[in-house]
């Protein structure tokens, strides 16, 4: 994914130092991507925050637990119904 640098979104400048040899190596990967330097980071950079991301929202339990979560979510309880719209509704962290 590459970003959309729109005019409308206020940029800023970010630095770093790194070796020779990690530089070579990035410059590699970005020439055979079709890509500059600077467009392999940042694509680099936001798939590995979107994926670190999501993780957080993706979980996985043992089929016990996952009895006892669906039977939560299928047992009537208003309370619930209100906390959980909320949770969907509500603006993504990284949005």
């Known amino acids: 994914m590459i970003p959309n640098n729109s005019k ?3 940029l800023v400048t970010l630095e770093m130092d790194v070796e ?6 990035i410059e590699h990967a970005a020439r055979l991507l079709g890509l500059s330097r600077e467009e392999f980071i940042l694509a680099v950079a936001i798939e590995k925050a979107t994926d670190t991301l999501l993780d957080r929202r993706i979980f996985t339990l043992s089929e016990t637990d996952f009895d006892a979560f669906e039977q939560s979510l299928n047992s009537p309880d208003p309370s619930r119904d209100e906390k959980l719209s909320k949770l969907l509704t509500r ?4 949005s």
């Open 91 to 94: 603006p993504h962290r990284w």
């Open 20 to 25: 020779a040899k990690t530089l070579a190596a």
């Open 8 to 10: 409308s979104e206020h």
